[in-house]
């Protein structure tokens, strides 16, 4: 990827009061949405920092919209990469029948690679706005951090991708104690699948699951870890 380019990523899965964008996210650059009828989860800020290609899947007949940003070092060949998988994606579900969807996302990856003789490293961000709407990270040689975020001032819980390796000393300077931060493994060269009202309704129910205190936080992180790492090549299954 080009220097100075960076994705900043952030998801809200638990909140009962608004939450406050991290610093980086005070852009005018910065995207915000939401994924569910909840007032505070589901909400996300996402920018990108850099050149990016865009390219959109729209299947209106069955109500799916599909936003693909690629990043990669050359912005053309960037701009092939996410046309190219826009239409992979076109017929994903009908060449892969039944099986599960981070198993079609990575399926996706290896058909892309047969398609080029030389895969430029890149990183895609994928989102579904439709009933079920999603992200989707696409990452091929770009090593993307997994960040699980706690605010100590409103007990939120959001879930931050990003690729800049500064991204949690950038927030402690200017919040030295708020948050707390939990380290997942990197994405890199292989999908990841954030349905985002499951990840909400998942994190809802370990809450209540285990204590909230800080043994229980760190339970309720690595339950969503075996949620998020689940192996993308296996087709079937929950």
């Not at 599909?66 to 998988?85: P, Q, R, V």
Request: with cysteine; proline share 5%; net charge neutral.
């Amino acid at each position: 990827m080009q220097s100075g380019q960076h994705v900043y990523g952030a998801l809200v899965l638990s909140a009962t009061t608004p939450v406050d964008p991290f610093p980086v996210h005070v852009n005018a650059k910065t995207v915000t949405g939401t994924h569910t009828e909840n007032k505070w989860r589901g909400r996300y800020h996402l920018l990108i920092e850099g050149e990016s290609a865009h390219s959109v899947l729209a299947l209106p007949q069955r109500n799916k919209y599909t936003t693909i940003k690629l990043l990669s070092a050359n912005l053309l060949e960037a701009a092939y990469l996410a046309e190219d998988l826009k239409n992979l994606m076109t017929d994903l579900d009908s060449r892969y029948e039944g099986a599960r969807f981070l198993y079609k996302l990575n399926q996706t990856m290896k058909d892309l690679r047969s398609d080029w003789n030389q895969v430029p490293p890149y990183l895609a961000i994928l989102e579904n706005q439709s009933e079920h709407s999603y992200f989707a990270l696409l990452s091929h040689q770009v090593s993307t951090h997994i960040i699980g975020v706690y605010d100590g001032v409103n007990s939120s819980v959001r879930l931050v991708w990003t690729t800049d390796p500064d991204f949690i000393q950038g927030v402690r300077k200017t919040e030295p104690t708020r948050y707390v931060f939990f380290r997942y493994p990197d994405l890199v060269d292989r999908p990841m699948f954030l349905n985002t009202q499951l990840l909400c309704a998942r994190w809802f129910q370990w809450s209540r699951a285990f204590d909230q205190t800080t043994d229980g936080l760190l339970r309720t992180f690595n339950a969503l870890e075996t949620l998020l790492f689940k192996d993308p090549t296996v087709s079937t299954g929950s």
